[in-house]
């Protein structure tokens, strides 16, 4: 070989080697710049889960922001952990670098998380709360949510403000409120808290109470005006309080009152959690005297944040944990008196 094929040779090499380098490198990048983000939700069709799913979205818009593409699956487990479980192997066989789940039966993690660990995706259960043992499995789980017990009280603290300034409320004068309260799912945490709290809470703040019963209504408005329509039959007139675990329920059980044609000046008060669009609303009509405000835009944001830290390695020290794995975005009170403020805020 002569030396200038030696060095034409020795050009095409450096020149071969360049071209791979840089075709490696910007499939390299491409493929860092990008991040997958898999959803399961426990059903689509709850209001707040519709919300909170819409703010999400939005959320991960705005990480775009930050220089990464974001892809995003959302699967709807329609309630059924057995679905969702095999959603969630799709979602991981899929390639995703993260997952966001809204447990179906939020005591039956164990698949997905075993799943999980197996091919390293950190899970962000979001909304219905895994118990501890189950978090502290692995240490790439996390939950994003709030706490239950502080919808309870502030619903307490709100029903017995109102029930101070409006004394009608007791409608027999006999100095006890007779009320009716409507539940979420059995065994979700934020039915059972919000249950012991609101009643503890309206106690303490000197509201003589009596329960005339309680009914499951599952979240759903539909239900819950079924349910009150029952107990309207049972109890007449007699009702003077309504508390409903959440938004929907309050509502459906305003819809009892209105298709049987009650007087207004039967209805008793209606008190929910969530500050839904409709929820909302209804507030500002004076319809629902006031809601508790489930911050699904802090939730969507935190997880968001979450999602991006735990799979690029930016900003997971600007995370403000409570126990290394849990953030709880506060609730907030909603009356006549501010709800505009939410009602504007949510259209901005
Ligand atoms: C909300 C409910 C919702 C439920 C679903 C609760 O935090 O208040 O409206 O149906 O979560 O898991
Ligand atoms: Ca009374």
Redesign the pocket.
């Known amino acids: 070989m002569n030396l200038k094929k030696i060095k034409d040779a020795a050009v095409l090499i450096a020149f071969l080697a360049v071209m791979l380098w840089t075709s490696y490198g910007s499939t390299e990048e491409k493929e860092d710049k990008q991040i997958y983000i898999g959803v399961a939700c426990?059903d689509q069709k709850?209001?707040?889960?519709g919300e909170l799913m819409e703010a999400f979205k939005d959320e991960c818009s705005h990480l775009e922001a930050k220089g990464y593409g974001i892809s995003l699956t959302i699967m709807d487990a329609a309630n059924s952990q057995r679905t969702q479980d095999d959603q969630v192997q799709e979602m991981i066989n899929n390639g995703c670098d993260v997952l966001c789940v809204?447990l179906a039966d939020r005591t039956d993690p164990s698949e997905i998380i075993d799943t999980a660990r197996e091919n390293d995706v950190p899970i962000i259960f979001f909304?219905?709360e895994p118990v501890e043992e189950d978090l502290m499995q692995w240490n790439k789980l996390y939950y994003v949510?709030?706490e239950a017990k502080q919808?309870g009280q502030m619903q307490g603290e709100l029903a017995a403000d109102y029930i101070k300034e409006n004394p009608s409320v007791d409608k027999n004068s006999d100095g006890k409120i007779q009320y009716v309260i409507l539940e979420?799912?059995l065994g979700?945490q934020?039915a059972i808290i919000r249950t012991e709290s609101v009643a503890e809470s309206m106690k303490e703040n000197g509201v003589e109470l009596e329960k005339l019963s309680y009914q499951t209504a599952n979240?759903n408005r539909a239900q819950a005006q079924n349910r009150m329509t029952q107990l309207i039959g049972q109890y007449k007139n007699s009702i003077e309080l309504v508390i409903a675990?959440?938004?929907?329920m309050a509502l459906g059980a305003m819809d009892a009152y209105e298709k049987l044609g009650i007087t207004d000046s039967n209805y008793p008060v209606f008190f929910g959690?969530?500050g839904?669009d409709e929820g909302l609303e209804a507030v500002r009509q004076s319809k629902l005297a006031a809601t508790v405000y489930?911050d699904k835009e802090g939730q969507a944001y935190a997880m968001a944040q979450l999602a991006y830290a735990v799979v690029t390695g930016y900003g997971m020290n600007n995370i403000g944990f409570e126990n290394k794995k849990y953030i709880y975005l506060p609730y907030k009170k909603v009356t006549a008196d501010n709800v505009t403020d939410f009602i504007d805020n949510i259209q901005d």
């Open positions: 426990y709850d209001t707040f889960l809204n909304n219905r949510g709030a919808s979420g799912e979700h934020d979240w675990n959440n938004d929907a959690i969530d839904t489930n």
